[in-house]
């Protein structure tokens, strides 16, 4: 499991460490095992350290310090290192032994005299900042300051490059030149991202500029001009390496768009006892949450699951939710809709029984139109049915305009984040879409407050509260599981796992939120396993599921 803590979280711990011994200790471990990573990489792409290039952004904290130290440990390695200073003060130490370990520098910051050169030294190939033109500017850059050239050349020249630019001091947008130089290298690697050579990019810490406590990405609006031309005013990283815990803002989106893999360094913390932000499932917590048979067992005490979904509108929808809970390794699903609908689940699927029986969980909404009576009335019926027998359901789609003011815990609402801005607004909140994608964590953690239930937020990210406070971040699908059916799949094969542990669920309902935080996983991963690298129907996605869980359950922390 990764757990997600806030900056003032990390600090509090890093203080304790701080005073036991030299305040510098930490920043040098923490900058050593960012070059040995970033080593690794070099030695992967090229073979071997040696004659690399790195160009080093490098910020006023110490954040900025650790890019230096990391920058000097790989100039020691035979690593050509540029550093690109964004600020008139930098770490002293760091630089100077950068400069020691042969590195070399170039300042760009907003507030040199008249006439002064901002080229301490130039890049292989760079050329002084009267011939910039000889660079291929971005349009509007061309008449830009003249650290724009030598930073050309950085980039073109680099095998990596580091964002040291800000870390957890972050305060807001990056502004300034150092906006500037992160609107210039992200324009240039995203215009390189189809070439071989293009740089990888490794953040420090975390990719400047996000906000690390809840994962806001700056907006447009907040960036200098040149910013605009390249848009979100962050670095998107390919590889985030993180000191002495993972900071929630990697984990939340949308942020946790750009940060790429993570990599937490240890630096002996001690956050016993502190309750994270948010936690991250990996394979081997969802394997450990699966409901697996034993030898005992039938399919009554398997979890048998009750699913209203479907109309003769969109009948698929049914049909994906119940296959996802078959395939999923529910013990027996009792399907509720209009017979026309009941007889295509029943072609597709002979293992599901028709109509109204015990159940230990619900599965409503997939495909259901909430102004269509028969199946509107089997939702609320179900809804009722439910919390008289404490059973967990999930409440997805067409039923999320059918829930009751309050429900219990253990209901767990599915919404994407159009759903949850319109069932947050029908509560009195004004809020939007557009604002549900740019703090998830806040609105999901609002609709729980509002509603008592367990919220699922699905995105590239999806992201669970509900009881005590827990909230889950899961990250585990291609792009291509945005496909029409994906959500049905995931409502049957969360509605699998309530089943399976029904009754643990109502005892303890934060085990609903980790549940769904796995079922989301689950789903991520048989769309990857289902087509890997490729495009992903829905039902493919459940046909995955037996093989997907198979591998989880056989090796625990399994690596696809
Ligand atoms: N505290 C510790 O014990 C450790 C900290 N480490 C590093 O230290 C970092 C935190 O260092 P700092 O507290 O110095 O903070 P940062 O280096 O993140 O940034 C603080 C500096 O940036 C400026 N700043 C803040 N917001 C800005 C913005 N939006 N645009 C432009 N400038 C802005 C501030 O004025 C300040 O000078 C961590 O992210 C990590 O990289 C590591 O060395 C490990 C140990
Ligand atoms: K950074």
Request: no cysteine; proline share 8%; charged share 20%.
């Amino acid at each position: 499991m990764i757990l997600g803590y806030s900056a003032a979280q990390v600090r509090a711990a890093e203080a304790s460490l701080l005073a036991a011994g030299p305040p510098a200790e930490l920043m040098e471990r923490a900058a050593f095992a960012l070059a040995v990573r970033v080593a690794r990489e070099l030695r992967q792409r090229r073979g071997r350290v040696a004659g690399a290039g790195v160009l080093v952004l490098v910020g006023p904290g110490n954040n900025g310090g650790d890019a230096l130290f990391a920058g000097a440990e790989l100039a020691r390695r035979g690593v050509r290192v540029l550093a690109v200073l964004t600020s008139s003060s930098v770490h002293d130490a760091g630089l100077a032994a950068l400069r020691a370990a042969g590195g070399r520098v170039v300042r760009a910051v907003d507030d040199l005299p008249d006439g002064a050169v901002p080229v301490d030294d130039l890049p292989d190939g760079a050329v002084p900042d009267d011939d910039v033109p000889d660079f291929a500017l971005p349009d509007g850059a061309a008449t830009g300051p003249r650290w724009v050239g030598p930073v050309l050349a950085g980039v073109e020249s680099a095998d990596v490059v580091l964002d040291g630019l800000l870390g957890i001091g972050a305060r807001g947008p990056v502004r300034g030149v150092a906006a500037e130089v992160v609107a210039l290298v992200a324009g240039l690697v995203d215009a390189a991202n189809a070439e071989p050579g293009r740089p990888l990019v490794v953040a420090v810490d975390t990719p400047s500029g996000i906000d690390v406590d809840d994962g806001a990405l700056p907006g447009p609006a907040a960036a200098p001009d040149p910013v605009a031309l390249f848009g979100p005013g962050v670095l998107p990283a390919d590889l985030t390496v993180t000191f002495g815990a993972a900071k929630a803002g990697l984990l939340l989106p949308p942020a946790s768009g750009v940060v790429g893999m993570i990599d937490v360094v240890d630096l002996g913390l001690d956050l016993a006892g502190v309750v994270p932000v948010v936690a991250r499932l990996e394979r081997s917590d969802v394997a450990g949450l699966w409901p697996v048979p034993g030898s005992s067992s039938h399919k009554y005490d398997r979890g048998v699951l009750g699913v209203v979904a479907g109309t003769p509108r969109y009948p698929g929808a049914a049909v994906l939710t119940v296959t996802a809970a078959v395939r999923a390794g529910v013990g027996m699903v009792r399907y509720v809709g209009p017979p026309g609908v009941t007889a295509t689940v029943v072609a597709a699927r002979p293992e599901v029984v028709a109509g109204y029986g015990r159940v230990q969980a619900w599965v409503v909404g997939p495909g259901v139109d909430p102004l269509d009576p028969p199946q509107a009335a089997h939702v609320r019926d179900a809804l009722v049915a439910a919390h008289a027998a404490r059973l967990p359901v999930v409440v997805d789609a067409g039923a999320l305009d059918l829930l009751p003011d309050r429900v219990d815990p253990w209901v767990v609402l599915t919404p994407h984040a159009g759903e949850l801005a319109r069932l947050l607004a029908e509560r009195g909140e004004i809020v939007e879409r557009g604002d549900v994608e740019a703090h998830p964590l806040t609105w999901a953690r609002r609709a729980h407050a509002l509603t008592g239930a367990t919220v699922l937020l699905k995105g590239a990210t999806t992201v669970v509260v509900g009881a005590g406070g827990a909230a889950y971040s899961q990250q585990d699908a291609p792009a291509w599981l945005a496909t029409a059916g994906a959500g049905d799949v995931l409502a049957g094969l969360l509605g699998a796992l309530l089943a399976g542990r029904s009754d643990e669920v109502v005892a303890d309902p934060t085990l609903a939120v980790a549940l769904a935080a796995a079922a989301a996983s689950v789903h991520g991963l048989a769309a990857g396993r289902a087509r890997p690298g490729g495009p992903v129907a829905a039902l493919d996605v459940a046909d995955a599921l037996p093989a997907t869980i198979a591998a989880l359950l056989a090796v625990g922390d399994w690596r696809a």
